[in-house]
């Protein structure tokens, strides 16, 4: 009887440990997207930070990834996207975010490899197309930067970029 009674309050303080730990995480998550809306970007990603020590969300991190982006803090959106991929291996909009910023520091090796896996994960990703036509287009592969925003525009017709883009190729040959 006692070490059912030792297991029983064991349990109930494991427990509230748990229900501790999620509410401390949820309010962590809001006062981060609270700071964000009041435009205090910095303490926003200190605040989602914090909530990553008690629960490692995909969501956590795309918020950071964005609002570093955003920051033009480059360097660190790069890491936090790796680190959430570390989690998250399919996380289609960590992988995204990670392609454009590999593309920014004209990474294109690199950003045509996270674009191919985001593909291989979701072939109809907003805008992934077309980020390849980027690619392709600044390497010279102009042809086949015309077939990926003919791609985009197949999965989403109203990408203003892609048409502008096939407008563009067409107009140089």
């Given at each position: 009887m006692k070490n059912k009674l030792f297991f029983l309050f064991f349990l109930l303080i494991f427990l509230a440990g748990c229900s501790y730990e999620k509410e401390t995480f949820r309010k962590l998550e809001k006062q981060g997207d609270t700071l964000f809306s009041q435009g205090r970007k910095k303490e926003a990603i200190e605040r989602w930070q914090d909530a990553l020590k008690f629960k490692k969300t995909s969501c956590i991190y795309e918020k950071m990834v964005v609002t570093l982006i955003m920051e033009r803090e480059n360097e660190q959106a790069t890491m936090w996207a790796e680190q959430g991929l570390t989690y998250f291996p399919d996380c289609c909009n960590l992988i995204?975010?990670?392609?454009?910023?590999?593309?920014?520091?004209?990474?294109?090796?690199?950003c045509l490899k996270n674009i191919e896996r985001l593909l291989a994960i979701n072939e109809y990703y907003p805008e992934a197309h077309f980020m390849k036509g980027m690619i392709f287009e600044q390497t010279g592969r102009i042809k086949e930067a015309k077939e990926e925003y003919v791609k985009e525009i197949n999965i989403n017709p109203g990408c203003k970029k892609a048409w502008k883009k096939i407008k563009e190729i067409g107009d140089e040959k």
């Open positions: 995204y975010n990670l392609s454009y910023l590999c593309l920014l520091e004209k990474n294109y090796d690199k």
